[in-house]
């Protein structure tokens, strides 16, 4: 019997490292890019024969850049995923920044149906600070241009800036929400090795405070809704019939494969990285998920997992489909937490959810079933 997975695919290349990423990524050259999409192409075809009962339903070629990729490369990588695997695709999404020089009908014409933008903000100020190569004027005429050929197209947005004001975000919500019908609105988190988190500490400028910031993302979340966007995930906002289908999998805890240096996956109840090495992915020595940091998820991280990922969605938790497959009783188990989260948690017609103004606490509220 077949089953359905998703499949991401990292492509580890920048034009340039913005001050606020920590995702693995390298400078780009043709050689080796062709020398990556080479092992890249042995990874697809030995992954698939591990996949070979599996239908791909949905495909996400994220990274990085995957927008500076050359076409010929782009199109070996499609090619391959059509000659290996089972597709049957609802969805396929590439992620592309404004300042990269691609055609957009010439990446539709490869199959992909799907583009999400990686624009961060609209003010030139917070653009320059944050190491953006492209300015307001050029991440609104690439937006049009993809607008007139895709009809799915997403736009990522940046809160919590350094020196943000609320102007800013409004200003850049507003405009965004008239091209796109999909919107990812990331709320900026820095690992102390990356250039931002370091002029922090320096004092050359500092994050807004945690009110403020909940104040940028009701604002944000207000604006959205009155343009037609209804939130479906906590940082995820689109109009009806656009939400992410790739994306939801994470969300709803389905399976996954994840190829290329530090992909991510999930399958078969184990999670794996791909080691962050791209000397040796081109030496062929780690494609195929051979040195694979592979961690077996346990039956309680399971329904941690399980419970965590729900309450980042605004419909919660199915209690009877949970309660099946883990063969407990949630209100049962989870009797005192629930009565503790009175007025944040609901429980309700078969689910357990955060109430719709209190969805910024799931990291807190979620933490409270770690039992």
């Known amino acids: 019997m077949k089953t359905t997975k998703g ?22 050259d043709t050689e080796t890019m062709e020398n990556y999409v080479n092992a890249l192409v042995k990874e697809i075809k030995d992954s698939s024969l591990m996949h070979s009962n599996d239908i791909v339903d949905t495909i996400y070629i994220g990274g990085g850049t995957p927008s500076v990729l050359p076409l010929y490369l782009l199109e070996r990588i499609v090619n391959a995923l059509n000659k290996y695997y089972h597709l049957d695709l609802s969805e396929f999404t590439m992620e592309a920044n404004p300042s990269s020089l691609f055609s957009p009908q010439s990446v539709k014409e490869l199959g992909i149906d799907r583009l999400s933008l990686g624009v961060q903000s609209l003010d030139d100020r917070l653009l320059k600070l944050i190491g953006r190569r492209h300015d307001s004027n050029e991440a609104i005429l690439t937006l049009e241009r993809c607008g007139s050929v895709f009809s799915k197209l997403s736009a ?66 207000d604006l959205l809704k009155q343009s037609g966007f209804k939130r479906y995930e906590i940082s995820n906002f689109a109009k009806p019939g656009y939400e992410s289908k790739h994306n939801l999998k994470y969300w709803h805890r389905e399976e996954y494969i994840g190829l290329g240096p530090a992909a991510h996956g999930f399958v078969n109840g184990v999670r794996y990285v791909n080691p962050s090495d791209i000397k040796s992915y081109v030496a062929g020595k780690n494609y195929g998920n051979r040195l694979a940091e592979q961690i077996v998820v346990a039956k309680e991280d399971a329904i941690f997992e399980k419970i965590m990922l729900a309450l980042r969605l605004p419909e919660g938790l199915d209690i009877n489909a949970f309660n099946n497959e883990f063969q407990i009783d949630f209100c049962a188990r989870y009797r005192d937490v629930i009565s503790s989260l009175k007025g944040i948690l609901k429980v309700k017609s078969g689910r357990a959810y955060i109430e719709e103004d209190k969805l910024l606490l799931e990291s807190a509220v979620a933490r409270e079933f770690l039992i």
Not at 177 to 205: C, E, F, Q, R, T
């Open 7 to 28: 499949l991401y695919i990292h492509i580890p290349f920048c034009a340039s490292k913005c001050a606020y990423c920590d995702f693995f990524s390298v400078s780009q």
């Open 156 to 221: 990522d947005l940046m809160i919590g800036l350094p020196t943000q004001l609320i102007d800013d975000v409004e200003k850049s919500v507003s405009t965004i929400a008239s091209l796109v019908n999909h919107v990812s609105v990331y709320m900026l988190k820095l690992s102390d090795s990356v250039p931002m988190a370091k002029n922090i500490l320096k004092g050359a400028y500092s994050l807004p405070d945690d009110d403020t910031f909940a104040d940028f993302y009701d604002r944000t979340y």
